[in-house]
């Protein structure tokens, strides 16, 4: 019996990818349902040296913002109509309990997916890398009229049909100012005012401190398929950006099978070996152009209009540095778990005794921490329309 409640355990964990990449806080008990994790704005340098004898010069202040997140529950369970003995060895029920994790824990992956793909990462359009094209703007954050926290103006944005941003990714990444680190989708866009509206409200006022990014997948189709080249310039700008890679010195990517086989026609991709070692049982594929590429089952799909759809033409893979994602600590009081309950005197709904139930259900509370530290690679996939 032992053995087999590690069993229910290891099968949720051993189908993590995105989850193993997020900065973990513990669900205490008896503290209420709000989660906080601190957003870093990077430190200044210097090239100034010390003056001799001098005591304090060189101090500089150590600034960030807090991030909240609220504690939600998810669970899912069906009826086992025959009765199962519970021990380890039973196929049945071992079969069972492996596909519960495995439901668990793309659950998990897709709610951090979600977050991280919607409020925490710079975008980029595969077709459009540079900024300043046709549904690409980028630029210095323009403060004369009066920018709030949920209504961003810029003239830079000056389209004349009304929504032509509606569902746009934005992000303000550089370098530290005020709302570094933020990220969003547009709800809105005002042609008259040159002014978006944020689903996701940044913490105050923006300032002219930051440069912003704003990505739209219009016309984005199966033919704007990620490539080699794509993944080479993000790569080059996380670094520009300064994101904090893993150790090794590599970012990560997460991308979904439609992606990958687009991204097996890149001649230098297909024939640099697979990796090997226990790491692949985390999904790891290969090590390459300075990235480890993870693959998932559930990419994050959108249509066009920046409406999550499974079905959507734009796939958006990301590209993580660390601390770009938080979640609640897999490890302590929300760790999640596999439930099996078999009917007994007690069981009121079974006077009989007939079924048995089996389910998980995990606390939950996912965060896209800093937007500075991820890019959302917007692309189609061949034979995806």
């Keep these: 019996m032992r053995k087999f409640r590690k069993f229910r355990k290891e099968t949720v964990n051993e189908n993590f990818v995105i989850a193993r990449w997020a900065d973990k806080k513990k669900l205490p008990l008896y503290r209420g349902k709000t989660i906080n994790w601190y957003r870093e704005f990077p430190l200044d340098f210097t090239t100034t040296p010390i003056p001799e004898g001098s005591a304090t010069a060189g101090q500089i202040d150590f600034t960030g913002q807090n991030v909240e997140a609220t504690v939600d529950k998810y669970a899912e369970w069906f009826k086992v109509t025959k009765r199962l003995k519970m021990t380890g060895r039973d196929p049945e029920l071992k079969s069972r309990t492996k596909s519960l994790g495995v439901a668990a824990a793309h659950s998990i992956d897709r709610l951090l997916m979600e977050e991280v793909i919607k409020n925490g990462s710079i975008p980029i359009r595969v077709d459009e890398l540079n900024k300043d094209d046709s549904f690409t703007q980028e630029g210095v954050i323009d403060t004369s009229t009066g920018n709030n926290s949920v209504t961003f103006v810029d003239a830079s944005l000056n389209e004349t049909t009304n929504n032509y941003w509606a569902g ?27 002014s978006i509206v944020l689903s996701n ?43 904090w890679p893993w150790p090794g010195g590599y970012f990560r990517i997460a991308y979904g099978p439609q992606v990958e086989s687009d991204l097996l026609d890149d001649t230098v991709y297909d024939r640099t070996p697979d990796w090997v070692g226990d790491e692949i049982r985390a999904g790891l594929v290969k090590k390459l152009w300075g990235v480890e590429f993870y693959r998932i089952t559930d990419p994050y799909r959108e249509d066009v209009d920046g409406t999550q759809n499974d079905d959507g033409v734009v796939f958006c893979t990301p590209l993580m540095g660390q601390h770009a994602i938080g979640i609640v600590d897999l490890a302590g009081n929300s760790e999640p778990k596999i439930v099996i309950r078999i009917p007994g005197s007690q069981t009121v ?31 189609g996939a061949s034979g995806v329309s």
Excluded at 170 to 194: E, I, R
Excluded at 358 to 371: C, E, P, Q, R, S
């Design 201 to 243: 409200p940044a913490k105050a006022s923006y300032d002219n401190t930051s440069r912003y990014r704003l990505v739209v997948g219009t016309d984005l189709s199966a033919s704007n398929v990620l490539t080699g080249a794509a993944v080479k310039y993000a790569t080059s700008r996380a670094r520009e950006w300064k994101f």
């Design 168 to 194: 746009g990714h934005f992000a303000v990444w550089y370098p530290k100012g005020t709302n570094y680190g933020h990220g969003s989708q547009v709800s809105t866009f005002t042609a008259a005012s040159d």
């Design 349 to 379: 709904s079974e006077p009989h005794g007939e079924n048995c139930t089996m389910g998980y259900v995990f606390y939950m509370a996912a965060k896209g921490l800093n937007a500075a530290f991820a890019i959302n690679i917007m692309s």
